[in-house]
């Protein structure tokens, strides 16, 4: 868990005009979630076996059906889109905005509004579809922003390595402790892949996901940015709480 205390404050201060973009998306996801059948919001939606029947619903509209992508339905061709917008729960919400909020400020401010949006959803897009691929006869259904902002974050590793998190680990008995955003990131990188490669590890968890995402956020800013210099934060380091 991310806690954004001082890290939204520094994120802030280096953006010229604020995370516009970033704020956009998640003002977009906490939006649509309250408006959806799964917020437990909006009576409208009835309660009970009618409530669940139109999450069912929901789900299946928006989000991606590996089996249905890879045969190429016309209805599913746009979910890998559609789907980054889509939580299953406020749990889900919560935590993948409060990542967001995090890294994605810096990041959006190092790349420009423009480019970190389209960055944002052609990564999430190809981790979800690559996650598909994957599992081309599953019949589960896909949501949330989880590989696109594991692209961000993936992209943070290679633009601000030298940034601090402040990182809590369980085993280390939670103390608060700063290391450098590489160690913490990779150490998070690893978790995922190796998650992703045990069978049942966390049903409902799309770890392959994350692991292409990142994969490909990093790999897009070596590519575009390894001509320069590593930027270091402005305010000098990132302060927040991880708990992979």
């Not at 604020?18 to 704020?23: E, L």
């Amino acid at each position: 868990m991310i806690d954004w205390r001082g890290a939204a404050l520094d994120a802030w201060r280096g953006a010229r005009n604020g995370p516009t973009v970033t704020y956009g998306i998640i003002a977009c996801c906490v939006l649509l979630f309250a408006v959806s059948p799964v917020s437990g919001l909006n009576p409208g939606y009835g309660a009970g076996d009618t409530l669940l029947a139109a999450q069912s619903a929901y789900f299946q509209r928006w989000g991606v059906i590996p089996a249905d992508l890879t045969r190429g339905e016309p209805h599913a061709l746009f979910t890998p889109l559609t789907a980054l917008f889509v939580h299953g729960s406020w749990l889900h919400l919560l935590g993948n905005m409060l990542f967001l909020y995090v890294f994605g400020a810096m990041a959006e401010e190092r790349m420009g509004p423009a480019a970190y949006g389209l960055f944002y959803l052609g990564v999430g897009a190809l981790a979800l579809t690559g996650y598909a691929v994957a599992h081309a006869d599953s019949a589960q259904t896909l949501v949330g922003a989880s590989g696109a902002i594991s692209g961000v974050l993936g992209a943070f590793l290679y633009l601000f390595p030298r940034s601090r998190v402040t990182s809590l680990f369980p085993f280390l008995f939670f103390l608060p402790l700063r290391f450098p955003a590489w160690i913490v990131l990779i150490f998070w990188f690893v978790l995922q892949w190796l998650a992703a490669r045990s069978a049942g590890a966390g049903p409902g968890v799309a770890y392959l996901a994350h692991v292409i995402g990142f994969a490909l956020g990093f790999l897009y800013a070596w590519a575009r940015y390894r001509g320069g210099d590593t930027v270091k934060p402005p305010a000098a380091a990132i302060e927040g709480e991880s708990q992979p």
